[in-house]
């Protein structure tokens, strides 16, 4: 998987021009239902498959929304780093916080290396405002995806999905 990765990451900033790669991730699994959960002993297990994916990737910024949910899947990938992880604010709704991670982004330098961490309703919507034309829609029981893309200035970001950790037991698996 690390390797994989990072063949991906490499092929995207490969070219005429340096962009930054953003990695978006969905928050691993949650121990529950309520607002604001922490991770299951499985959510703990991908938090730590994540860092171990991630722990050639010469991250440099981690961004996590302020549930904690998102803040502990980041955590051990963030520390590997000696990064502390920004959380960007949900004041405003939904899109107001997609749009301040894309433009907390696009602020970066053009070598930075950016892991997001999301929400299956936020994930698919970030990348989009990064330019990337995938899937818009991400299942609910799908923790296991990871999306690579190159942020490049026209807009046209190009994307790399693959998985990470134990297999999603999810029925609407997408491939990549």
Partial sequence: MKRLLLAAASLLIA???LAQTVILVRHAEKVDASADPALSEAGQR???DLAVALSDADLTHVF?????RTVLTGRLAA???AINPE????EGGTEAHIQRVAER???LPDDAVVL???HSNTVPLIARALGESGPSEMADCEYDRLTVISVEDDGDSP????????PANCEHNISG
């Fill in 46 to 48: 991908r938090a730590f």
């Fill in 105 to 107: 982004i696009r602020a």
């Fill in 159 to 166: 994307a790399v999905i693959s998985r990470y950790g134990a």
């Fill in 79 to 81: 520390e590997a780093h």
């Fill in 87 to 90: 959380a960007i604010s949900f």
């Fill in 15 to 17: 070219g005429p021009t």
């Fill in 116 to 118: 997001v961490v999301g």
């Fill in 64 to 68: 996590t929304s302020p549930l904690q």
